[in-house]
């Protein structure tokens, strides 16, 4: 089985860009399974960087695109995009962080051990979902 391949946040938004735009010019009618199927050979990066490449399109950013984006900065401002892994379950957070202490400083051993249990995918946890994580036609 292949390994999931990263995709970057940036190289999401291009894609989604570009599909939404597509997708706005045409009328339903004319997104068919044989516009998708085309699609899906014209845009996939499945080897793209060989057989046995496992950075995708991350192999797009180089000292010289580094060089080149940190040229566009105009002001020095970061901004985080972690958020908070939230224990609590609730309709954005349907699989909420599990915690469970098996063993306390009650008892009669010194140390303290948790387990945790997390469901990295979707949209209340640290990372963005590659498209990379989507099958069409297996």
């Known amino acids: 089985m292949r390994r999931l391949r990263l995709m970057s946040a940036l190289t999401f938004v291009v894609v989604s860009a570009l599909a939404a735009s597509t997708l706005r010019a045409q009328s339903p009618a004319t997104l068919d399974p044989a516009t998708i199927d085309r699609w899906m050979t014209e845009l996939s990066n499945w080897n793209r960087w060989g057989t046995d490449d496992e950075r995708g399109t991350v ?4 000292d010289e695109t580094r060089k080149r984006a940190v040229a566009t900065v105009k002001e020095g401002v970061t901004v985080s995009l972690s958020r908070d892994a939230d224990p609590v379950k609730s309709a954005d957070n349907g699989n909420p962080l ?3 202490m098996v063993a306390t400083a009650a008892d009669p051993d010194p140390f303290a051990m948790e387990t945790l249990t997390i469901t990295f995918h979707g949209s209340a946890y640290t990372h963005m979902d590659a498209l990379s994580h989507m099958y069409y036609k297996g």
Do not use: D, F, I
């Open 98 to 100: 599990g915690l469970s």
């Open 59 to 62: 192999n797009l950013m180089t």
